[in-house]
């Protein structure tokens, strides 16, 4: 089992930057697959980026548009999002999640075991 934290939200004004960073326990990390979705008020949870548990495989939701990048430092058991080129729609809390499979690079929530609490993103105009 794998506990997931995020951190690194905040407010930004668009056009503006933020890296969320998603740290887990356990000693294991680089066997999971791990994503980032969002969820905006109102709305539904949001695919928005994964990537392999050894960093060689990511895919990207299509309203990322090539702004953020999905990394991760498995000797520090920590996933990134970079974000560039913020939006106003971009305004949710983010969630970090994990398969314990690491070859599963998965856009939709149901294949993700674990679930981190989120972090609040929040975009000005």
């Known amino acids: 089992q794998v506990q997931l934290v995020e951190s690194g939200g905040g407010s930004v004004q668009a056009g503006g930057s933020l890296r969320l960073s998603c740290t887990a326990s356990?000693?294991?990390?680089?066997?999971?697959?791990m994503g980032w979705f969002r969820q905006a008020p109102g709305k539904e949870r949001e695919f928005v980026a994964a990537?392999?548990?050894?960093?060689?495989?990511?895919y990207y939701g299509h309203s990322i548009q090539g702004r953020f990048t999905i990394s991760r430092d498995n000797a520090k058991n920590t996933m990134f999002l970079q974000m560039n080129s913020l939006k106003p729609d971009d305004t949710a809390v983010y969630y970090c999640a994990a398969i314990p499979r690491a070859w599963e690079v998965a856009g939709t929530e149901d294949r993700y075991d674990y679930w981190g609490q989120g972090t609040q993103v929040t975009v000005s105009s």
């Open positions: 990537i392999s548990g050894n960093g060689e495989s990511t």
């Open positions: 356990g000693r294991t990390f680089s066997s999971y697959a």
